[in-house]
């Protein structure tokens, strides 16, 4: 059964501490994404990999990281210098590169900073 | 940078009534997609559209892509409760990235 898994679905973390997201795709896809989403607003672009050992900056990546060291996990870490970390992040992949192919996403993992 | 604006921010409708989501960007587009997100899900690809004009339908929705490759638009014919989330279009100019637009929260009352 193909498609993206997010773990935990849930989160909770004290301010000041690191914490890793994880993400899983079987898709055999090369293209993955890390969105943020916070309440009654779109989907802003944090990180993206275009394929294994590369990623770029998206529009919102301070205060992230990320890691592409296998083809089927882009694991994304919010470290303590983002401000405001409290929100629903995404991971998405496409089959290759670029815009022209539909992204499937996870089912999402909602983080809370207490 | 590139913007992609939705208009409304929320509709509520009556089941049986159509519903309309207005998609704008600040730069001429490659292809256009449309995603839907039911409430607590993650958003699910519904179509892309590329062509200058171009129309395409999935049963009562039906999909619009500006002649000039700038605005694209969503209706849905006869709204059902199973309508019910939030739509989003998502523009590809040329720097290879999608760009989300604000979204549009469909609400449907039966």
């Known amino acids: 059964d193909g498609g993206i898994t997010q773990s935990p679905k849930y989160l909770f973390r004290k301010e000041g501490q690191n914490v890793t997201l994880s993400c899983e795709q079987n898709?055999?896809?090369?293209?993955m994404y890390w969105y943020r989403q916070d309440p009654g607003q779109g989907l802003r672009l944090i990180y993206y990999?275009?394929?294994?050992?590369?990623?770029q900056k998206g529009d919102i990546a301070e205060g992230y990281s990320v890691s592409r060291e296998k083809k089927e996990s882009f694991p994304l870490t919010v470290t303590s210098a983002q401000k405001n970390p409290t929100a629903f992040y995404l991971c998405?992949?496409?089959?290759?590169?670029?815009?022209?192919?539909?992204?499937?996403f996870g089912p999402g993992t909602r983080l809370t900073v207490l | 940078g590139q913007q992609v604006m939705q208009i409304p921010q929320y509709q509520h409708v009556q089941e049986g009534e159509d519903f309309t989501t207005y998609c704008n960007s600040s730069?001429?587009?490659?292809?256009i997609q449309w995603y839907k997100q039911r409430p607590g899900g993650h958003p699910v690809f519904l179509i892309q559209?590329?062509?200058?004009?171009e129309v395409k339908k999935q049963k009562r929705l039906t999909f619009q892509f500006g002649e000039a490759k700038k605005n694209s638009s969503l209706h849905i014919t006869a709204t059902q409760t199973t309508d019910v989330g939030t739509y989003f279009c998502?523009?590809?100019?040329?720097?290879?990235?999608?760009?989300f637009g604000t979204g549009t929260r469909l609400l449907v009352s039966p």
């Open positions: 998405a992949s496409s089959i290759s590169r670029g815009g022209h192919n539909e992204q499937f």
């Open positions: 730069t001429t587009l490659s292809n």
């Open positions: 898709l055999n896809h090369d293209a």
């Open positions: 990999s275009q394929i294994v050992n590369d990623f």
């Open positions: 998502a523009g590809l100019s040329g720097f290879q990235k999608l760009v």
């Open positions: 559209l590329v062509k200058s004009g």
